[in-house]
């Protein structure tokens, strides 16, 4: 069992450039998050989506956009990357939509820097 | 609005010592209460939770009692160990939104 599969494990990547970062749960959880880990600030939620066909808004969305086609994938896509898009990017999901109740578990992480 | 707050790191240790991670929260109602571990090139995974208060989370050695008197739901382990080191993350669960906020992490160095 893989469990969360994120990729790629690390991207360096140019200003302007759109990038898509991947990640696949194979636990059939409903509810996945993206979120940002910066130096100092903690983990932020970008997006998340509660089942299949639904996204919502975190604390930090501007710049990006995702999609849940179907309940194992969902991918971050940065339309247009800017340096401060530099960051470690976890994907996590958890079996309930009751997201602050319900253990969430995280990918291994893609390391992005955007020059 | 909820918000958490952790010591700042890095916390360094010998091994076999008694370690302490302070944790308080702000938050309207009553929150979950969750230990967040980040081992080096890892992502993060639940170490421990309370869910009300009075509640005593406890796994691997690791403790935290949720003191609603005192906001605070600190992080103990009696003996750490050198593969301990890592980053630990406090976090409560937002009741608005049922969303995690997350503490900005405390680094734990354990030495032989």
Known sequence: ?????????????????RMTLRCTQD?????????????????????YSNTAGTTGKGEVPDGYSVSRANTDDFPL????????QTSVYFCASSDSAEQGLDTQYFGPGTRLTVL | GDSVTQMEGPVTLSEEA??????????TGYPSLFWYVQY???????????TKADDKGSN???EA???????????????????????????????SNDKLIFGTGTRLQVFP
Not at chain 2, 18 to 27: M, P, V
Not at chain 2, 87 to 95: E, H, I, P, R, T
């Open chain 1, 1 to 17: 069992i893989a469990g969360i599969t994120q990729a790629p494990t690390s991207q360096i990547l140019a200003a302007g450039r």
């Open chain 2, 60 to 62: 691997k050695g690791f």
């Open chain 2, 18 to 27: 008694f370690l302490t991670i302070n944790c308080t929260y702000t938050a």
């Open chain 1, 27 to 47: 636990m059939r959880h409903n509810a996945m998050y993206w979120y940002r880990q910066d130096l100092g600030l903690g983990l932020r939620l970008i997006h």
């Open chain 2, 40 to 50: 080096p090139g890892e992502g993060l995974q639940l170490l421990l939770k309370a």
């Open chain 2, 65 to 95: 009692t949720y003191r609603k008197e005192t906001t605070s739901f600190h992080l103990e382990k009696g003996s750490v160990q050198v593969s301990d080191s890592a980053v630990y993350f406090c976090a409560l669960s937002d009741l």
């Open chain 1, 77 to 84: 896509t940065l339309a247009s990357a800017v340096p401060s």
